[in-house]
């Protein structure tokens, strides 16, 4: 079976994946980042579809003379007035110069971001307006840009492989959405959202206040604007840990989760509580899986990893 792309994942030479239906052989080898799909001729060439092989089930099958959808671009976040092009929003704040960032904070719609820092993106440090705050709305501005991008492209084609992160807001969950489990009438599903410059791991519910919760340095954070993942769990499954995770041992590749600040990976974990079973994040370095619950985080020994079949 041919894997599917999936960002934060080093490629190397001969590497072949599976990305929107189609196969890909890798030109140059990188770890792959959300900004550079397959589909960017100077990194990977597109196999031949004559021979697909066996993909699992999930691939999209199109007619010979399907005609791909046109590239979306996200409207602009409230308060933008000078354009933002695609390769500049890959750098990070600090690589540009005074000049640019002072007509991004005025015309960029950075002034509006801060706002919605505070309210819908779950800013941890609430303080006067720094240059940390700059750089944590270019972040967050951009992680909303490109997450809008992929629910519209989901949106018109539907799932694109066992697990797919799409942008959510509020309560109304996705059909699909993977679930973990009940927790006394109400379901909970696998959900991940900036903060503090990192991207958490957390859990949804259409009974929280805005829709999902993320724990983050010891406490339960209520965000309205997050990722939720979607997906089959045919193509999935949950694999034993415990304790600082090793990811060799798990015998099978871990889905994409989220990011600690300093950029090292955090993978999603469930674990049991109190009587449920939690969405949450392990890593590493940490002693076990940690779930948001009951206003704070709780560390639980023993977890269980979601990874792909293959």
Same mark, same amino acid.
């Given at each position: 079976?041919?894997?599917?792309?999936?960002?934060?994942?080093?490629?190397?030479?001969?590497?072949?994946?599976?990305?929107?239906?189609?196969?890909?052989?890798?030109?140059?080898?990188?770890?792959?980042?959300?900004?550079?799909?397959?589909?960017?001729?100077?990194?990977?060439?597109?196999?031949?579809?004559?021979?697909?092989?066996?993909?699992?089930?999930?691939?999209?099958?199109?007619?010979?003379?399907?005609?791909?959808?046109?590239? &979306?671009?996200?409207?602009?976040?409230?308060?933008?007035?000078?354009?933002?092009?695609?390769?500049?929003?890959?750098?990070?704040?600090?690589?540009?110069?005074?000049?640019?960032?002072?007509?991004? /904070?005025?015309?960029?719609?950075?002034?509006?971001?801060?706002?919605?820092?505070?309210?819908?993106?779950?800013?941890? $440090?609430?303080?006067? $307006?720094?240059?940390?705050?700059?750089?944590?709305?270019?972040?967050?501005?951009?992680?909303?840009?490109?997450? /809008?991008?992929?629910?519209?492209?989901?949106?018109?084609?539907?799932?694109?492989?066992?697990?797919?992160?799409?942008?959510?807001?509020?309560?109304?969950?996705?059909?699909?959405?993977?679930?973990?489990?009940?927790?006394?009438?109400?379901?909970?599903?696998?959900?991940?959202? &900036?903060?503090?410059?990192?991207?958490?791991?957390?859990?949804?519910?259409?009974?929280?206040?805005?829709?999902?919760?993320?724990?983050? *340095?010891?406490?339960?954070?209520?965000?309205?604007?997050?990722?939720?993942?979607?997906?089959?769990?045919?193509?999935?499954?949950?694999?034993?840990?415990?304790?600082?995770?090793?990811?060799?041992?798990?015998?099978?590749?871990?889905? *994409?989760?989220?990011?600690? $600040?300093?950029?090292?990976?955090?993978?999603?974990?469930?674990?049991?509580?109190?009587?449920?079973?939690?969405?949450?994040?392990?890593?590493?370095?940490?002693?076990?899986?940690?779930?948001?619950?009951?206003?704070?985080?709780?560390?639980?020994?023993?977890?269980?990893?979601?990874?792909?079949?293959?």
């Amino acid at each position: 079976m041919t894997p599917y792309w999936e960002p934060g994942t080093p490629y190397g030479p001969g590497a072949v994946v599976t990305y929107e239906g189609h196969r890909y052989k890798i030109i140059q080898p990188h770890t792959s980042q959300t900004d550079w799909p397959p589909t960017i001729p100077s990194l990977w060439g597109r196999l031949s579809d004559e021979d697909p092989g066996d993909w699992g089930g999930y691939e999209k099958q199109h007619p010979a003379n399907h005609q791909p959808a046109p590239e &979306y671009h996200p409207p602009p976040p409230e308060g933008q007035q000078v354009e933002i092009p695609h390769e500049e929003r890959k750098q990070h704040w600090y690589d540009l110069d005074d000049k640019r960032k002072t007509e991004l /904070e005025v015309g960029g719609g950075l002034l509006a971001g801060l706002g919605l820092l505070g309210a819908g993106y779950a800013m941890y $440090k609430h303080h006067e $307006k720094s240059e940390e705050d700059a750089t944590d709305t270019w972040a967050v501005q951009n992680w909303v840009h490109d997450g /809008e991008a992929r629910r519209i492209e989901y949106g018109k084609r539907g799932p694109q492989g066992p697990a797919q992160w799409i942008l959510n807001r509020g309560k109304d969950i996705p059909a699909n959405a993977i679930v973990v489990g009940p927790e006394h009438d109400w379901m909970l599903w696998i959900c991940r959202a &900036y903060i503090d410059g990192t991207l958490q791991i957390g859990k949804a519910s259409n009974v929280f206040q805005k829709g999902a919760v993320i724990g983050y *340095e010891g406490k339960e954070h209520q965000i309205d604007t997050y990722e939720i993942l979607v997906g089959d769990m045919h193509g999935l499954q949950w694999v034993d840990a415990s304790g600082h995770l090793n990811v060799e041992n798990l015998g099978l590749r871990p889905v *994409e989760g989220g990011r600690d $600040k300093d950029g090292s990976p955090l993978y999603i974990a469930e674990a049991p509580h109190n009587g449920a079973t939690h969405p949450g994040v392990a890593s590493p370095k940490l002693d076990g899986a940690l779930i948001p619950y009951g206003g704070k985080q709780v560390q639980v020994h023993n977890y269980r990893i979601l990874c792909y079949n293959y």
